[in-house]
């Protein structure tokens, strides 16, 4: 997401300039003047003023939660698939406090959030009041900026201020907390979409000098590897991407968070690196001796155990954050920039270097990729105890939707499997929580995602862990027409722990079954919950009653679909590289270590 311009353009009017009305009403029209169309909240004691002005929103439609994280979560759906800012409300106190793991959340992942929350009586803030917590100091170390607003006249300001922040630079969430006095006092009201922040001014032009300095390692590279991290997402310099990856002609490998940013079909790409990447991706990272890192902050997740990280490569790192260069690996060439402005700069070094000198042969190199992808190609095992492999489950949610649908993922195997196994050809088709790993996430997002999307397929892929934290939101899609699919992986245990337990604790399953399938009885019926919510809802237990399932739900567009999918508990993720090693010992599967020393 660039940030060229410190105004925020109005797309709806706003009130004529020194209409008199509440800060309640402020809060409305300042969002309305920022073109939100849509919020996600839950109304409470200290914000019910502006859910009273909320009745008379022309250009604003409020969708009502079933609680708060579920709110934020939305919120984070709608601005993933969209790149807009995602706007939630809540009350105070605990309103407030649970939206913190979703605000947490959308600060890892780098989502633009606004949330508003209401705060009691300036007056009676410090004297624990009721409902009362200090939100703005909660959620502090977590937020861009957190504003508290006291005083009526300073609400425009504070939610222009907000959004701002939010969409620029590096996204992320802001925070305005406004006491109840404030909401109900009166101003003349004066907006202004200029915003002008004292010691806020995000670079997003790169060095010249940096940029050519790049280009030169580039061309003396024999084995260069894109490192392609979310923030060529949120940048939108996907197309820019493809350029540049295409006129270099190196390998791509794109993280977690950057699924879908370059094709999966493209030849030169090699999938996902990290801890359950692709073995091709995860040595062509290890193996390089040129990283052109973009938008990507070198997570633990991707590198292993950072000092082994790439031993023999130099590294370009390009971020608009310039906190996030060098805070893990040092970088011979840092860049600071937005990610479409300097990979456009980058285009325009390369050309130009491709006229006045050769660059290194990478034959070589890609014979040696080629063969990785052909040894360890992507795959999983038929389960032997007579239940579904999830991964078939999951490949064939993808190959029956197609590209141009939506997957909101939950947090574990599953999320993984749908990393993995459905195809991603375009940006903001993958939502997931990649830094934060918040389970409750899919239901929500989805949600979110098909209010911002309405004509695009949604589906939430959960774990059933996952959706029993956040299932509650299915009313809300029920109510609000919001048909979402959601195909629910259940393997009866908290599958990515229980992994772990088999591979590290010798078995040792220490509360990690979940017991949905206890004798006869399933605890909870997934199918008897998504009637109760007004949901299709259907179960399936073996293979040959995969597709038809998802077709139904393809096919079903008047209510959520819920799919209860049974699944293997013994199947699990692979490739894998165990935490705190090398990403050099990355097994393929559980009793394989690949020889590397042999190819």
């Known amino acids: 997401m660039t940030s060229e311009s410190s105004a925020v353009p109005p797309s709806k009017p706003a009130a004529p300039r020194g209409e008199r009305m509440t800060g309640a009403q402020a809060v409305v029209r300042s969002l309305e003047a920022l073109g939100v169309t849509d919020v996600f909240g839950l109304p409470g004691g200290a914000v019910l003023p502006l859910y009273d002005a909320l009745m008379d929103a022309e250009h604003l439609r409020h969708v009502l939660v079933r609680h708060e994280q579920g709110g934020g979560h939305a919120a984070e759906g709608f601005a993933a698939a969209t790149g807009k800012v995602g706007v939630c409300i809540a009350t105070s106190g605990p309103g407030a406090t649970n939206l913190v793991t979703a605000i947490a959340d959308a600060y890892m992942d780098s989502v633009p959030l606004l949330a508003i929350t209401g705060q009691v009586f300036s007056h009676l803030m410090g004297s624990d009041a009721f409902q009362e917590a200090d939100i703005v100091g909660v959620t502090m170390p977590i937020t861009k900026h957190s504003f508290l607003v006291k005083k009526p006249e300073e609400i425009p300001g504070a939610i222009a201020a907000a959004y701002h922040l939010a969409s620029t630079g590096r996204p992320g969430?802001?925070?305005?907390?406004?006491?109840?006095?404030?909401?109900?006092?009166?101003?003349?009201?004066?907006?202004?979409?200029?915003?002008?922040?004292?010691?806020?001014?995000?670079?997003?032009?790169?060095?010249?000098?940096?940029?050519?300095?790049?280009?030169?390692?580039?061309?003396?590279?024999?084995?260069?590897?894109?490192?392609?991290?979310?923030?060529?997402?949120?940048?939108?310099?996907?197309?820019?991407?493809?350029?540049?990856?295409?006129?270099?002609?190196?390998?791509?490998?794109?993280?977690?968070?950057?699924?879908?940013?370059?094709?999966?079909?493209?030849?030169?790409?090699?999938?996902?690196?990290?801890?359950?990447?692709?073995?091709?991706?995860?040595?062509?990272?290890?193996?390089?001796?040129?990283?052109?890192?973009?938008?990507?902050?070198?997570?633990?997740?991707?590198?292993?155990?950072?000092?082994?990280?790439?031993?023999?490569?130099?590294?370009?790192?390009?971020?608009?954050?310039?906190?996030?260069?060098?805070?893990?690996?040092?970088?011979?060439?840092?860049?600071?920039?937005?990610?479409?402005?300097?990979?456009?700069?980058?285009?325009?070094?390369?050309?130009?270097?491709?006229?006045?000198?050769?660059?290194?042969?990478?034959?070589?190199?890609?014979?040696r990729l080629r063969l990785l992808q052909e040894r360890f190609p992507l795959g999983y095992q038929e389960m032997s105890d007579g239940l579904l492999s999830p991964q078939y489950v999951i490949q064939r949610i993808g190959e029956l939707t197609g590209p141009e649908g939506i997957y909101a993922a939950g947090v574990g195997q599953h999320q993984m499997w749908a990393a993995q196994f459905i195809k991603y050809e375009r940006p903001c088709a993958w939502l997931n929580s990649g830094g934060a790993g918040t389970m409750g996430y899919s239901v929500p997002a989805a949600m979110g995602a098909k209010v911002a999307e309405p004509e695009r397929v949604v589906w939430a892929i959960d774990g059933d862990g996952c959706f029993q934290m956040t299932n509650q939101e299915l009313a809300t899609c029920v109510v609000n027409n919001i048909p979402i699919k959601v195909a629910i992986i259940n393997n009866s245990s908290l599958g990515m722990v229980r992994q772990w337990q088999t591979l590290i604790y010798d078995g040792r399953y220490s509360n990690t079954e979940l017991n949905t399938g206890h004798g006869s009885q399933r605890i909870p019926d997934f199918v008897k919950l998504g009637d109760a919510y007004g949901c299709l809802a259907i179960r399936v237990e073996r293979e040959d009653q995969v597709d038809d399932a998802i077709k139904l739900a393809l096919e079903t567009n008047d209510r959520p679909v819920v799919i209860d999918f049974v699944v293997s508990a013994d199947a699990m993720v692979w490739p894998m590289v165990r935490q705190g090693t090398s990403n050099s010992d990355i097994q393929y599967a559980l009793e394989h270590s690949p020889e590397w020393e042999d190819e």
């Open 173 to 367: 969430p802001v925070l305005v907390d406004i006491t109840k006095d404030a909401q109900e006092g009166a101003l003349d009201f004066e907006w202004d979409s200029r915003v002008e922040l004292a010691g806020y001014r995000p670079i997003t032009k790169a060095n010249s000098k940096q940029i050519q300095a790049a280009a030169d390692l580039i061309a003396a590279s024999q084995r260069p590897v894109f490192y392609v991290g979310g923030g060529v997402g949120r940048a939108g310099a996907s197309e820019e991407l493809l350029q540049l990856a295409e006129l270099v002609g190196a390998p791509v490998v794109t993280t977690l968070m950057a699924r879908g940013v370059f094709p999966d079909s493209h030849p030169q790409h090699l999938g996902m690196p990290g801890m359950h990447g692709t073995v091709p991706a995860v040595l062509a990272l290890q193996e390089s001796d040129l990283l052109i890192t973009l938008g990507a902050r070198f997570d633990d997740r991707v590198t292993g155990r950072a000092a082994l990280f790439a031993p023999d490569a130099k590294v370009i790192h390009a971020d608009i954050d310039p906190a996030e260069i060098g805070k893990i690996r040092a970088a011979d060439v840092p860049i600071v920039g937005d990610a479409a402005d300097v990979i456009a700069d980058l285009i325009a070094a390369v050309s130009t270097a491709k006229l006045s000198r050769e660059f290194a042969d990478l034959s070589t190199w890609w014979e």
